[in-house]
């Protein structure tokens, strides 16, 4: 099968079903084993992006947060929220069919605080000089939820069984 046109076949029809042109596909041993359209205009959820609905799917089917040895295809270079995801995932491969650059005279979806064109350079500077407004309230408390994590954790800081470098 070819991963690559299934993606852009169900990008093509959540456009024609009224949807956003992105879709995702996730595939381990040769076989799909998620895939998703984005639904962000179907269900009013920002978070609803073609990416991070395969990526739920997948683990949820394969009953893990990793997906070592998965390639996962979309169809544009991932936003910021998706590459993250992609990274906390951790796949073997990220297969993507086209650039912000080749698609961008079709499609913009720049947001109050965020237009590609400039989003990872404000991702980077600190959290103080972000355009979003954020403010820092110290609690001593929270930091007392990850104590207690490492604690029924038998004093381990790292998440059993995820993969690293």
């Known amino acids: 099968m070819d991963f690559a046109q299934r993606t852009i076949d169900l990008a093509l029809r959540n456009v024609e079903e009224g949807g956003r042109p992105f879709a995702t596909v996730i595939v381990r041993d040769g076989e799909i084993v998620a895939e998703s359209a984005n639904k962000v205009a179907q269900t009013a959820d920002p978070t609803a992006h073609a990416e991070i609905l395969a990526i739920r799917e997948a683990c949820r089917k394969l009953g893990t947060e990793h997906l070592t040895g998965a390639t996962i295809y979309v169809l544009a270079h991932p936003c910021p929220m998706c590459?993250?995801?992609?990274?906390?995932?951790?796949?073997?491969?990220?297969?993507?069919?086209?650039?912000?650059d080749d698609y961008a005279p079709h499609y913009v979806d720049d947001r109050r605080y965020f237009e590609l064109d400039t989003f990872y350079a404000e991702f980077a500077k600190p959290w103080e000089e972000r355009r979003l407004p954020m403010r820092y309230e110290p609690r001593t408390a929270a930091t007392d939820v990850y104590r207690e994590w490492q604690r029924r954790n038998g004093g381990e800081r790292r998440v059993t069984g995820a993969p690293t470098a």
């Open 83 to 100: 590459l993250g995801s992609l990274y906390y995932c951790s796949p073997d491969e990220v297969v993507f069919l086209t650039t912000r």
